[in-house]
Antibody, heavy 117, light 109 residues
């Protein structure tokens, strides 16, 4: 069974750094793109970017390029989303999802990130 | 402002047929397939329709998708109370990124 298990909720202060994770199991982690999707409180889904763990090829939405870093460690089947300096506007639920032929077939449970002073 | 345009809300009574539209452009829906996701309250999104009109295993055949030109539609027949959720269309854009619609909140009256 394909599973994506995300790290737990985080509460951070503006300016702090953060790295959240998404661990894949039940499939060949290096053979499928993994994507990240943001959902701000009460708002819709936003496509942030994707990574191919096999060779770390990464694509970002222009809206998120330079704002976050997507990475993966194939030795432990884990993808990451990180910020170097959080802002209050980064408060959101973040989902990882496994991509197949252009669609997100399997989703993680989400990681809630709260940024507040 | 989402790249794909959906109505913010839709509603129907149990047993009715409801459709949700999704409008894009030649760089996304016009040249790539459309996918639909269902998000029940407080849960992660779930793939509902892929490649315009394909249902993953386990999705009831009450749900169907179609695409024409730069627009797509999701139809739900035999509406049930458990269908009350947010629905999002999505597609790949030729600018090398994925795009979502703004979402449609479906209310079962």
């Amino acid at each position: 069974e394909v599973q994506l298990v995300q790290s737990g909720a985080e509460v951070k202060k503006p300016g702090e750094s953060l790295k959240i994770s998404c661990k894949g199991s039940g499939y060949s982690f290096t053979s499928y793109w993994i994507g990240w999707v943001r959902q701000m409180p009460g708002k819709g889904l936003e496509w942030m970017g994707i990574i191919y763990p096999g060779d770390s090829d990464t694509r970002y939405s222009p809206s998120f390029q330079g704002q976050v870093t997507i990475s993966a460690d194939k030795s432990i089947s884990t993808a990451y989303l990180q910020w170097s300096s959080l802002k209050a506007s980064d408060t959101a639920m973040y989902y990882c999802a496994r991509r197949r032929r252009g669609y997100f077939q399997h989703w993680g449970q989400g990681t809630l990130v709260t940024v507040s002073s | 402002q989402s790249v794909l345009t959906q109505p913010p809300s839709a509603s129907g009574t149990p047993g009715q047929r409801v459709t949700i539209s999704c409008s894009g452009s030649s760089s996304n829906i016009g040249s790539n397939t459309v996918n639909w996701y269902q998000q029940l309250p407080g849960t992660a999104p779930k793939l509902l329709i892929y490649s315009n009109n394909q249902r993953p295993s386990g999705v009831p055949d009450r749900f169907s998708g179609s695409k024409s030109g730069t627009s797509a539609s999701l139809a739900i027949s035999g509406l049930q109370s458990e269908d009350e959720a947010d629905y999002y269309c999505a597609a790949w854009d030729d600018s090398l990124k994925g795009v979502f619609g703004g979402g449609t909140k479906l209310t079962v009256l």
